[in-house]
């Protein structure tokens, strides 16, 4: 059975501080890789799918690597700003014909 | 604006009283799931449609029902609520596959059982 898991549970870091979250998982067999960002009180919001022949993908300040063989990604976030304070969430997809997400990194950004 | 909607974003019932949760998409996708979320437990999935007329059961079905008449509809109806179906429930919606495609969340629909 798959298990993703997302450490640290919560992150606070000043403004302008490039970061990293963690996600591993527990089978590689994997069809890609989706990190969510959620906002309380909404919905979640698409950040980067990572496709599992892909290395690693970007978008803005936003990178995340996918490392298959060892059950592992990272969100890499550059120039850390407040409006980047949410809970981000790592979701795998294997062969059944659903997302299997982690609990979440809540990361505050501070002024 | 492409997007995932769901009715009523908050709602609050008594065990028993028949329910239904809207979810519509306007991507023309094929692919459209159901999740709840728990404090503790994460997002869980309970039912997706790969495609018109087909449903299949996700990881916590039990208490649910859904229909898939028309591509951009996805209803998530609950027969006899009971408290522990008090959660957080999102909508979410791929072009073609999970597979291979991103999937789109709506903003969710809070839910009390009381």
């Known amino acids: 059975k798959q298990e993703v898991t997302q450490i640290p549970a919560a992150l606070s870091v000043p403004e302008g501080e490039n970061l990293v979250l963690n996600c591993s998982f527990t089978d590689s067999a994997i069809y890609n890789l989706q990190w969510f960002r959620q906002d309380p009180g909404k919905g979640l919001t698409s950040l980067l799918l990572i496709q599992s022949s892909q290395r690693e993908q970007t978008s803005g300040r936003l990178n995340a690597s996918l490392d298959k063989s060892s059950g592992r990604s990272t969100l890499y976030i550059a120039a850390s700003q407040p409006g980047d304070s949410a809970t981000y969430l790592c979701a795998v997809q294997g062969g059944s014909e659903k997302l299997v997400f982690g609990k979440g990194t809540k990361l505050t950004v501070n002024p | 604006e492409a997007q995932v909607t769901q009715n009523p974003r908050y709602l609050i019932t008594v065990t028993g009283k028949k329910l239904t949760v809207t979810c519509s998409q306007n991507?023309?996708?094929?692919?459209m799931s159901w999740y709840r979320q728990d404090p503790g437990l994460g997002l869980r999935q309970i039912y997706y449609?790969?495609?018109?007329?087909?449903?299949d059961k996700g990881d916590v079905p039990e208490g649910y029902k859904v229909s898939r008449k028309e591509k951009r509809n996805f209803p998530l109806i609950l027969e006899s609520p009971s408290p522990n179906q008090t959660s957080l429930y999102f909508c979410?919606?791929?072009?073609?596959?999970?597979?291979?495609?991103?999937?789109?969340f709506g903003p969710g629909t809070r839910l009390t059982v009381l």
């Open positions: 449609s790969m495609n018109v007329e087909v449903t």
């Open positions: 991507m023309n996708h094929e692919y």
């Open positions: 979410a919606s791929a072009r073609l596959s999970p597979f291979t495609d991103t999937q789109y």
